[in-house]
DNA sequence: ACAATATTCTACCAAGTGGTTGAATATATG
DNA sequence: CATATATTCAACCACTTGGTAGAATATTGT
């Protein structure tokens, strides 16, 4: 699989590295909701929520409808479903070349022979 | 499931965050190498890969086996495991939220009853 | 003992992050 | 129109990050 289609999960993986950001999915995994609603709802500013949404939104975790002065924001579920997808399978790619270099440097330590007293 | 078991994952999805730490991991999987032979292998300074490395071990995705002057690095599939794991809960989390919401709103638009002409 | 090797540690730099505050902009309401 | 509301933008701060270079440390080989 090319690098190219890769590269925009940088940005999802670095998002999710964030508790902050995990919760603020949380949320709006229950609908849509102002910005301002979201920032009610964290112990921090105003502008520090703002900034925590534009990181959600570069990813494309997350669109945002203008509404008059509203600003209404909405979970898109298609990157999580790509990064997921990604991690699984590079960590099922990894771990079986490492399982198969094991199984390739213990020679096979039958358990049905038992070691002689 | 507690934040505090999930403490331990920010740093994985960062590590993971950067496709330079995701090569080194690739190349990891192939087994234990040094520093220096990982070096070799990245467009980067010697010292410049130690600090990567020094990234994916404090996320316990590489253990370290120090030999004389040699330092030979370990993949830890584990961590992994984990994040994989905990990546696909909070995806199915989120998404079986916003359907069920969309459930909720769309009043279910019946595809076997066709609109009269 | 000496020189080469493998590596970290320290210091530095530019850019990014997470957070703040204050001003600016656009919209709604009296 | 004037004012309150919802939001971004710009500037700033402390800290982190990805990268560099150079010095220090530990080990090996001659």
């Known amino acids: ?9 940088d940005g999802v993986y ?9 919760a ?3 949320v709006l995994a229950g609908g849509e ?3 301002g609603t979201l920032a009610d709802r ?3 500013s105003f502008n520090g929520v703002s900034k925590h949404v ?6 494309g975790l997350v669109t945002r409808r203008v509404h008059g002065r509203e600003h209404w924001l909405r979970l898109k579920p298609a990157p999580l479903r790509e990064a997921a997808r990604w991690l699984e399978y590079y960590r099922a790619f990894w771990e079986t070349r490492l ?3 094991e199984r390739l440097l213990v020679p096979r330590a039958r358990h ?3 070691v002689r007293p």
């Open 42 to 44: 964290f112990p921090m």
């Open 99 to 101: 399982d198969a270099l």
């Open 54 to 59: 534009k990181v959600l939104e570069r990813a």
């Open 14 to 22: 670095a998002a999710i590295a964030d508790p902050t950001r995990r």
């Open 33 to 35: 909701v102002k910005v």
């Open 112 to 114: 049905d022979r038992r």
């Open 1 to 9: 699989m090319p690098r190219s289609q890769q590269a925009g999960l």
């Open 24 to 26: 603020m999915l949380t």
